[in-house]
């Protein structure tokens, strides 16, 4: 059964919109996911692109998976990587990194499409401050039927394991149902919930919204189908005893470590991003992400 509904936050960008499930007044975590956005469907126009300027993270780690489109990455650590559907990008901040986000120029040339999900995991007690670190991971599991094909990209789901790194616990998955399409949600984690980010399916019977973060009830197997098809992302882990705190791009279980970063981006004490070092996103007065 679907034990909380949490309805996103939408920003209209002008061609494509913004939507974020977390972090929510309601409800702050699903396992160590703190923020979750989902983008698009949408295309810019030929010429345009996305382009987020350098900002900084700490105490966490930045997961990117795409549907459609491209996105160069860029960081302080000199990594470059042009991600892609099908590939997951870990950029772990521990202490401190900053990081770019652009629309590739070969994309810029026919239009971007955006589509894909943006998320934080919190990273855990006793390793919040380990050393930045990044990767992009393409071998990644699959399950599938007729019916039913899945990826697991993080964590371990339905027998498979991804490769990918994980400090906590963490589950993480698309699922894509074709018409009359149907998958077991086993109880694989403290905590679980469901995005519908396209078509429709529904969990034991109960129709699931689109761009709705669904958390499930815990200690249950579930079945999660489709009749007309849908994608799904799947997402949880183990439940955090030590609350955390989301302000800006900044993550962490210490209010004076929040304070501490703010004040090294003014200060200009954080690393530069080889390649994209002329431009960077100043702290705002009041940020759209906070949890308390």
Same mark, same amino acid.
């Given at each position: ?6 309805? =996103? ?8 919109? &913004? ?12 396992? %160590? ?7 698009? !469907? ?10 987020? +300027? ?5 105490? /966490? ?9 491209? @996105? ?29 986000? +652009? ?17 934080? /995991?919190?990273? =855990?007690?006793?390793? *919040?401050?380990? $050393? ?8 990644? %599991? ?20 991804? !490769? ?14 074709? =018409?009359?399409?149907?998958?077991? @949600? *086993?109880?694989?984690? #403290? *905590?679980?919930?469901?995005?519908? &980010? ?11 919204? /689109?761009?709705?973060?669904?958390? /499930? ?53 954080? %690393?530069?991003?080889?390649? #994209?070092?002329?431009?960077?996103? %100043?702290? !705002?007065?009041?940020?759209?992400? +906070?949890? $308390?």
């Amino acid at each position: 059964m679907i034990e909380q509904i949490i309805t =996103p936050t939408t920003h209209d960008l002008g061609q494509f919109e &913004v939507r974020r499930v977390l972090p929510k007044r309601e409800r702050t975590m699903v396992g %160590p996911f703190i923020f979750v956005d989902e983008f698009g !469907p949408g295309q810019l126009d030929i010429g345009k692109g996305m382009d987020v +300027r350098p900002h900084p993270h700490i105490n /966490l780690a930045t997961v990117t998976w795409l549907f459609e489109g491209a @996105i160069d990455h860029r960081d302080s650590l000199g990594s470059f990587s042009t991600i892609s559907p099908r590939q997951v990008n870990l950029m772990t901040a521990g202490s401190g990194i900053v990081h770019s986000e +652009r629309s590739p120029a070969e994309e810029r040339a026919g239009g971007p499409k955006l589509y894909g999900m943006q998320t934080w /995991l919190a990273l =855990p007690d006793g390793r *919040e401050e380990i $050393d930045p670190a990044f990767e992009a991971v393409k071998d990644l %599991p699959n399950v599938e039927d007729q019916c039913a094909k899945a990826v697991v990209i993080m964590g371990e789901l339905w027998g498979k394991r991804a !490769p990918t790194t994980t400090y906590a616990d963490t589950i993480y998955a698309e699922i894509v149902l074709a =018409p009359s399409g149907s998958l077991p @949600i *086993e109880i694989s984690a #403290d *905590e679980r919930a469901v995005m519908l &980010v396209g078509g429709e399916a529904s969990v034991d019977g109960q129709a699931l919204g /689109l761009y709705e973060l669904s958390v /499930l009830a815990p200690g249950r197997n579930m079945t999660l189908s489709s009749e007309r098809g849908g994608r799904i992302m799947l997402l949880g882990g183990e439940a955090f005893t030590t609350p955390r705190h989301a302000w800006w791009n900044f993550v962490s279980s210490s209010r004076d470590r929040i304070r501490q970063a703010r004040e090294d981006w003014d200060a200009g004490r954080f %690393p530069k991003v080889p390649g #994209d070092e002329d431009e960077w996103i %100043p702290i !705002p007065a009041q940020p759209l992400t +906070r949890s $308390d």
